[in-house]
C-alpha cells in the first residue's frame, strides 16, 4: 500500500521537472510495467519514485543528456528492460561498493575487515544483502527501494568513496540538480 504523502511527494517531483521543460517525458509508467520492472530486477520502488515516474517517464535525450563520465546514463529508460545500460545503471551501486571493497575498502558499521579477500567478498555479499536497494533517477544519481518508503535524500553515487546528497527528497533533487539559480553578484554570475 502506498503512503498519500510519498505520492504527493512524487507527483510534485514530475510537476517540477515538467515545468523546466529540459527532457523528453513520455506517458508515465502503469501498474503492469511497475510489476515487470520490479520482478525482473528484484526490488520495489520507494512511493515517491513511483509516483514519479506514473506521473510521466523523463527518457534521456542524446546530445541533452551525454556525460562524459561512464557512471552517467542519463534518465533510465525503464520500458527498455533489455538494455545493456539500464542493468548496468541499475547495478552501478552494488558493482562500485563491492569494486572498493575487493580492493580494501571497508565500511566502518561493518566491523573488522576480513584480511582474507574470499571470506572478505563473501562477508561484503552477506551484508550487502540487508542493505536496501538502490534505485536510479538520473545518471548516477540513486534512491533506496522499498515500497511504504518515501523522502529519502536522493544520493549520488560516483563511486562507493564518493557518494553525497545531491536532494533533501525527490522533489528537492529536482530543483538541485536542474534549476539554475540566479547568481545575482556582478562579476560572479559571469563566471557561474
Do not use: K
Amino acid at each position: 500500500m502506498t503512503n498519500g504523502a510519498g505520492v504527493a511527494l512524487g507527483v510534485e517531483a514530475a510537476r517540477r521537472l515538467a515545468q523546466l521543460n529540459l527532457v523528453d517525458i513520455h506517458p508515465g509508467l502503469t501498474d503492469a510495467e511497475f510489476a515487470g520492472i520490479e520482478r525482473r530486477f528484484g526490488f520495489e520502488f520507494a512511493d515517491d519514485h513511483r509516483a514519479f515516474l506514473a506521473a510521466g517517464l523523463p527518457v534521456r535525450t542524446p546530445g541533452r543528456d551525454d556525460h562524459p563520465d561512464r557512471a552517467s546514463w542519463g534518465w533510465p529508460n525503464w520500458r527498455r528492460l533489455d538494455c545493456t545500460d539500464l542493468r548496468e545503471q541499475v547495478d552501478w551501486p552494488l558493482t562500485t561498493a563491492l569494486d572498493h571493497i575487493r580492493q580494501g575498502e571497508w565500511p566502518p558499521g561493518w566491523g573488522n575487515r576480513p584480511r582474507d579477500l574470499v571470506r572478505r567478498m563473501a562477508e561484503a555479499e552477506r551484508l550487502i544483502a540487508d542493505v536496501p536497494r538502490m534505485i536510479p533517477v538520473y545518471a548516477h544519481r540513486y534512491l533506496p527501494a522499498g515500497t511504504g518508503s518515501f523522502g529519502h535524500p536522493v544520493l549520488s553515487i560516483h563511486r562507493l568513496t564518493d557518494t553525497i546528497v545531491y536532494g533533501h527528497d525527490l522533489a528537492h533533487y529536482i530543483d538541485q540538480e536542474f534549476r539554475q539559480p540566479e547568481v545575482t553578484a556582478p562579476l560572479w554570475r559571469d563566471y557561474v
